[in-house]
T-cell receptor
């Protein structure tokens, strides 16, 4: 069935440390994997995405990796800052029509 | 462009009442979606539409109805509100099929059913 698993559900790190969030999808036909950041009371905002023909993508302190064989993809945030504190959602496209979201990871960055 | 506009922002309903959540986009996007987000939880797909006149069920469609008579509008109807429908509702849209078309989200409607 359509499913995206996300771990961990909560993550606390010290400012300057790295944070890694992992997701697994079930449909091998999925070909697009976006990551969203949602601050308290706000709408989800796209922060980075990766397509199935690419293994890694980086944008400043944020990177995403994709392992198609294992159906895993991960978000890496380096040199974390307090403003990185938010809930992060991974997602995968199914049937190219709709995004199925993971359950979210609450990241807290302590100064 | 206003993007994706949702109204109202907040609403309190009594059990058994009905209401329509409005969603409009001015980007000429073909695809539109309704998600609900329960407190501290992820986004669950309620209904979606790939174009005017076409709608399909998502993961949690029970208790809701939608219509898509125009490209711009995608209203969500709650017929008999129940406490389990207390949630934040997000509408989203994207241009078309295929890779790379990310979602644009509306600002959400916070609904409480008492």
């Amino acid at each position: 069935g359509e499913n995206v698993e996300q771990h961990p559900s909560t993550l606390s790190v010290q400012e300057g440390d790295s944070a890694v969030i992992k997701c697994t999808y079930s449909d091998s036909a999925s070909n697009y994997f976006p990551w969203y950041k949602q601050e308290l009371g706000k709408r989800p905002q796209l922060i980075i995405d990766i397509r199935s023909n690419v293994g890694e993508k980086k944008d400043q302190r944020i990177a995403v990796t994709l392992n198609k064989t294992a159906k895993h993809f991960s978000l890496h945030i380096t040199e974390t800052q307090p403003e990185d504190s938010a809930v992060y959602f991974c997602a995968a496209y199914y049937n190219t029509d709709k995004l199925i979201f993971g359950t979210g990871t609450r990241l807290q960055v302590f100064p | 462009n206003a993007g994706v506009t949702q109204t109202p922002k907040f609403r309190i309903l009594k059990i058994g009442q009905s209401m329509t959540l409005q969603c409009a986009q001015d980007m000429n996007h073909n695809y539109m979606y309704w998600y609900r987000q329960d407190p501290g939880m992820g986004l669950k797909l309620i209904y979606y539409s790939v174009g005017a006149g076409i709608t399909d069920k998502g993961e949690v469609p029970n208790g809701y109805n939608v219509s898509r008579s125009t490209t711009e509008d995608f209203p969500l109807r709650l017929e008999l509100a129940a406490p389990s429908q207390t949630s934040v509702y997000f509408c989203a849209s994207r241009l078309g099929q295929g890779m790379g078309y990310g979602y644009t989200f509306g600002s959400g409607t916070r609904l409480t059913v008492v």
